[in-house]
């Protein structure tokens, strides 16, 4: 039975403003003395519980909501009431809340943004404010904030453009940095870049919450991306931003264009990239093959999809493989299918990979085509086009290798290429599935595949709890290369470690991270215990603390 710790906090809130306090609130669980102390006595009931005694509640009173939308409000009442029980909630039931807290429910979240609104979390800054960024800042956060999500909302998870209601992506995101990777709630700040939306529903929507114009673009865009990032440099100088779910036309401009600026990264490009990696490496040492004994096609020629393809072909160079040899094992598949040299419409970002077309093909070479004729073993999904992955593709897959490596990474779970009991069903059980949102087991011969579900949050948490542990100014490539191959290391037997175990799984990787840092130079040079030392001293679990004045 757990009450509080030994541990003082200093607190100089009082009342009805500390049960409003959604990190200091403790709600019943407030002891006989502070209730004094604090004057809180009368405006709580008078049994004092313990912390298991309102996990008991909130257990039961979870399992009472009726469907998807009412068991992601309850956590988001809860997480806004008392932020140490929420946390403390979900890693106890990590595989039963996660879903709600992130995808897939978070998706039908977003879309119900505006109907559905009743607290404000993060900060929202609209185009026409971008003078008054720092101002904005200041209000959303009194205390030196160590993780930034920052979204523009023009293209969530496989949704596209839902505006203001891709806040619920940072929203969730900078929760999964404090459950999985022990950064301390007062010290994640989600944000909303309203730039508007092209959402012709939202735009006629009399409910809808956002800037009611048109998207900003070109030169509009990256001023008032120009002056966020200043700000965020001047009010928040140590904080790690993460930029998600940016259209496919800004997601990598944005990131170069910044990522030597200000502490950040791309987790729809780096992030993705990385779990991806990781999926591959555990997956091929199921196999007993390596990377550059594959044929690669990804399908998919968004952010996502080209930053997979190209931190492959990276990740190759960096284990020796020359650029051309590396390049030509990875197909990238767009809209006009197989992108290849002299295409009518290759784009100047997919010329890179673009391949020499095949002798008796048409226009567009589809994936059926390309798998069959470039004898594919690996299959990547990035593209958000529901069954995208055809019976024959997949057969065609099965007879190019004994174990071909499928990964419809789509999400939510409306969005995904294909259904893992249809790809284990049309290879005869030879495939190594991995997805992007959950899937139950899947029932095959008399055999029980469990689904790995390649998710980003195995790779983001970790690298803000390494950023909160160590003073650092940039997050090159090979820091998530580290990070890939550090999950590959222990995930085995299983494609990807349980839920259960990512906070250790984050800590593991953090200190890979600081590790490969400290070697090049980029940290000063630290044993690994010092390693060790400075990620436990800050990352932080969900126990209440004895409170003083």
């Not at 020629?301 to 931190?311: F, M, N, P, T, W």
């Not at 990238?332 to 290849?340: E, F, N, P, S």
């Not at 055809?390 to 065609?396: C, G, M, V």
């Given at each position: 039975m757990?009450?509080?710790e030994?541990k003082k906090?200093?607190?100089?809130?009082?009342g009805?403003d500390?049960l409003?306090?959604s990190v200091l609130?403790?709600?019943?669980?407030?002891?006989?003395?502070?209730?004094?102390l604090?004057n809180?006595?009368?405006?709580?009931?008078?049994?004092?519980?313990?912390i298991?005694e309102?996990?008991?509640?909130?257990?039961e009173?979870?399992?009472k909501?009726?469907?998807n939308?009412?068991?992601?409000?309850?956590?988001?009442?809860?997480?806004?009431r008392?932020e140490?029980?929420?946390?403390?909630?979900?890693?106890?039931?990590?595989n039963?809340t996660l879903?709600?807290?992130?995808t897939p429910?978070?998706?039908?979240a977003?879309?119900?943004?505006?109907l559905g609104y009743?607290?404000s979390r993060?900060i929202?800054?609209?185009f026409?404010?971008?003078?008054?960024?720092e101002?904005?800042?200041?209000?959303?956060?009194?205390?030196e904030i160590?993780v930034?999500?920052?979204?523009?909302?023009g293209?969530?998870?496989?949704?596209g453009?839902?505006?203001?209601g891709?806040m619920?992506?940072p929203?969730?995101?900078t929760s999964?940095y404090?459950?999985f990777?022990?950064?301390?709630?007062s010290k994640?700040?989600?944000?909303?870049?309203?730039v508007?939306t092209d959402?012709d529903?939202?735009?006629?929507d009399?409910?809808?919450l956002?800037?009611?114009k048109?998207?900003?673009s070109?030169?509009?865009y990256?001023?008032?991306m120009?002056?966020?990032?200043?700000a965020?440099?001047?009010v928040f100088?140590k904080?790690l931003l993460?930029w998600?779910?940016?259209?496919?036309?800004?997601?990598?401009k944005?990131?170069?264009?910044?990522r030597n600026?200000v502490?950040s990264?791309?987790?729809?490009?780096?992030?993705?990239s990385?779990?991806?990696l990781?999926g591959?490496l555990?997956?091929l040492?199921?196999k007993?093959?390596?990377?550059?004994?594959?044929?690669?096609v990804?399908?998919?020629?968004?952010?996502?999809?080209l930053?997979?393809a190209?931190?492959?072909?990276a990740?190759?160079?960096y284990n020796?493989m020359?650029e051309?040899?590396?390049?030509?094992k990875?197909?990238?598949?767009d809209?006009y299918?197989?992108t290849?040299k002299?295409q009518?419409?290759?784009?100047?970002e997919?010329e890179?990979?673009?391949?020499?077309?095949p002798?008796n093909?048409?226009?567009?070479?589809?994936?059926e085509e390309?798998?069959k004729l470039?004898?594919t073993t690996?299959l990547?999904?990035?593209?958000?086009?529901?069954?995208?992955?055809s019976?024959?593709?997949?057969?065609?897959?099965?007879?190019?290798?004994?174990?071909p490596?499928?990964f419809p990474?789509?999400?939510?779970d409306?969005?995904?290429?294909?259904?893992?009991?249809?790809?284990?069903?049309?290879?005869?059980?030879?495939?190594?599935?991995?997805?992007?949102?959950?899937?139950?087991?899947v029932?095959y011969?008399?055999?029980?595949?469990h689904?790995g579900?390649?998710?980003n949050?195995y790779?983001?948490p970790?690298?803000g709890?390494?950023?909160?542990?160590?003073?650092?100014?940039?997050i090159p490539?090979e820091?998530?290369?580290?990070a890939g191959?550090?999950?590959?290391?222990?995930?085995p037997?299983l494609l990807?470690?349980k839920?259960e175990?990512?906070?250790t799984?984050?800590k593991k990787?953090?200190i890979a991270?600081?590790?490969?840092?400290s070697?090049?130079g980029l940290?000063?040079k630290?044993?690994d215990?010092?390693?060790?030392t400075a990620?436990?001293?800050?990352?932080w679990?969900?126990?209440y603390?004895?409170y003083?004045?």
């Amino acid at each position: 039975m757990e009450n509080s710790e030994d541990k003082k906090v200093k607190v100089d809130v009082s009342g009805k403003d500390l049960l409003r306090n959604s990190v200091l609130n403790k709600g019943s669980a407030f002891p006989e003395e502070e209730r004094k102390l604090f004057n809180l006595e009368g405006l709580l009931p008078p049994h004092v519980s313990c912390i298991d005694e309102q996990l008991k509640r909130r257990q039961e009173n979870f399992h009472k909501c009726s469907d998807n939308l009412a068991k992601y409000n309850f956590l988001t009442d809860l997480q806004n009431r008392n932020e140490t029980l929420f946390f403390r909630f979900c890693m106890e039931n990590v595989n039963e809340t996660l879903p709600y807290i992130y995808t897939p429910v978070v998706g039908e979240a977003s879309l119900n943004f505006s109907l559905g609104y009743h607290y404000s979390r993060g900060i929202y800054i609209p185009f026409e404010k971008m003078d008054e960024i720092e101002l904005l800042l200041r209000n959303a956060a009194k205390s030196e904030i160590e993780v930034i999500v920052a979204t523009d909302g023009g293209r969530i998870l496989g949704l596209g453009d839902v505006g203001v209601g891709g806040m619920t992506i940072p929203i969730g995101k900078t929760s999964l940095y404090t459950l999985f990777g022990g950064v301390h709630p007062s010290k994640v700040l989600p944000v909303f870049l309203d730039v508007g939306t092209d959402n012709d529903v939202l735009l006629k929507d009399p409910l809808y919450l956002g800037r009611k114009k048109h998207r900003k673009s070109g030169d509009d865009y990256y001023e008032f991306m120009d002056k966020f990032v200043t700000a965020v440099k001047k009010v928040f100088p140590k904080a790690l931003l993460q930029w998600e779910d940016l259209l496919g036309i800004h997601a990598q401009k944005v990131l170069d264009r910044y990522r030597n600026e200000v502490l950040s990264f791309n987790d729809d490009i780096q992030g993705t990239s990385s779990i991806v990696l990781a999926g591959l490496l555990t997956a091929l040492k199921m196999k007993g093959s390596s990377l550059r004994d594959e044929n690669i096609v990804v399908f998919g020629g968004g952010a996502a999809g080209l930053g997979i393809a190209k931190s492959i072909c990276a990740y190759l160079v960096y284990n020796g493989m020359n650029e051309t040899q590396a390049k030509e094992k990875i197909c990238v598949i767009d809209r006009y299918g197989l992108t290849y040299k002299g295409q009518d419409k290759l784009r100047p970002e997919h010329e890179f990979f673009a391949k020499e077309k095949p002798a008796n093909t048409g226009d567009e070479i589809n994936l059926e085509e390309t798998v069959k004729l470039f004898k594919t073993t690996i299959l990547i999904g990035a593209s958000a086009q529901k069954d995208a992955f055809s019976q024959k593709t997949l057969e065609n897959l099965a007879n190019n290798t004994s174990s071909p490596i499928i990964f419809p990474l789509s999400n939510p779970d409306s969005k995904a290429e294909a259904t893992p009991e249809k790809i284990i069903n049309a290879t005869k059980g030879s495939a190594i599935v991995a997805t992007g949102t959950a899937f139950p087991d899947v029932h095959y011969g008399g055999k029980t595949f469990h689904i790995g579900q390649c998710n980003n949050v195995y790779i983001f948490p970790a690298m803000g709890l390494f950023t909160t542990a160590f003073d650092i100014k940039t997050i090159p490539d090979e820091f998530f290369y580290i990070a890939g191959e550090t999950l590959a290391e222990i995930s085995p037997p299983l494609l990807f470690p349980k839920f259960e175990h990512l906070r250790t799984a984050s800590k593991k990787i953090a200190i890979a991270v600081a590790r490969y840092a400290s070697q090049e130079g980029l940290i000063p040079k630290l044993t690994d215990s010092q390693i060790q030392t400075a990620i436990d001293q800050v990352f932080w679990e969900p126990k209440y603390n004895k409170y003083i004045k």
